[in-house]
């Protein structure tokens, strides 16, 4: 049912476009028979939003991975670079509740492990909305930025790093079952801010998942079934994301490429000092308007990204590799 609602969807969008483009173009040749200048301005204005909206649409096509249509769990941690790291995983993670305001998704804070001194060390971030996932994988890898520390008493320019993850929303009921006698719960105080429940309390939950080894620790809810609840949310959709690493490595397997570990991978680079400059490093992309990006304008990064995999991917067919 989820999949049919989705199809239906897309079909209504591509019939109600269809439908006004059709009706503006008469009009349109109605004002050029007429001489009606001032509609003809107006309707010339809907046919150039109508061809930003095909545009839109068509470039979507390209997200037709099996979980591409889903929302998205961002995990960002704190790299090298001390305090610096942390206020730099706090920035990245307002620049993505800010790309998802721009383009009308709700965000939500799963967890957050606040810095010694500022910024964050930790934080799971939910995005919901249509292709959340396809567009936000992207952002998978370690970013980088060069800026002036605002901590540092000498003003000298400091490098920070952040790990940014992308996770599908799992759906539970689908895809993922887990044996309850694979996991083990343990429950230990939180730690940080979050008043006298914090401190007194036993509300924290870290699961791990024994076959995976995967582990999740939440703390940021205050009551420990909440925190267990959202800790599965992450474990589930942690567990999709392996089995989707697993897929492609089996698939590179058959083609005899190499798949290189993602940590490691710098994806892009914001620099605020001596210039101002934001580059991808896989797709070449790159704008000299690093504050917009900051405030969340990400879509022509995010785009360049996925063209460019079309791309790779046609030229690897072609050659038959």
Do not use: C
Request: charged share 30%.
């Amino acid at each position: 049912m989820r999949k049919l609602s989705a199809v239906r969807g897309e079909l209504e969008t591509w019939t109600n476009l269809s439908s006004e483009v059709a009706s503006t173009v008469e009009l349109f040749v109605l004002a050029v028979e007429e001489g009606d200048d001032v509609l003809g301005v107006q309707l010339a204005t809907d046919l150039r939003k109508y061809t930003k909206s095909v545009e839109s649409l068509e470039f979507e096509l390209q997200l037709s991975g099996e979980y591409d249509s889903r929302s998205a769990i961002l995990y960002v941690k704190q790299g090298a670079g001390g305090v610096d790291a942390q206020d730099w995983a706090e920035i990245l993670v307002r620049m993505y509740t800010r790309w998802a305001e721009r383009r009308g998704f709700a965000s939500e804070v799963l967890d957050l492990t606040p810095g010694d001194e500022a910024g964050v060390k930790s934080a799971a971030i939910k995005i919901d909305g249509k292709y959340a996932y396809g567009y936000l994988r992207s952002e998978r890898g370690v970013h980088r930025l060069v800026r002036l520390s605002p901590f540092d008493a000498d003003n000298r320019r400091h490098t920070s790093f952040a790990l940014v993850e992308v996770l599908p929303e799992a759906d539970e009921a689908e895809e993922v079952k887990i044996d309850p006698d694979d996991l083990r719960i343990d429950v230990y105080r939180a730690s940080g801010n979050g008043g006298q429940n914090v401190q007194k309390n036993s509300t924290a939950i870290r699961l791990t998942h024994l076959p995976s080894k995967l582990v999740v620790a939440v703390q940021n809810e205050r009551s420990q079934a909440q925190n267990r609840e959202v800790a599965m949310r992450i474990l589930l959709s942690r567990l999709v994301d392996l089995d989707i690493k697993k897929k492609a490595e089996e698939r590179a397997a058959l083609k005899g490429e190499h798949v290189s570990a993602e940590f490691g991978r710098q994806v892009r680079s914001y620099v605020l000092h001596p210039y101002q400059m934001v580059k991808d490093h896989r797709s070449d992309f790159q704008t000299a308007d690093a504050q917009n990006v900051l405030d969340g304008d990400l879509d022509d990064l995010l785009k360049a990204f996925l063209s460019s995999q079309v791309e790779s991917a046609s030229v690897s067919a072609e050659t038959g590799k």
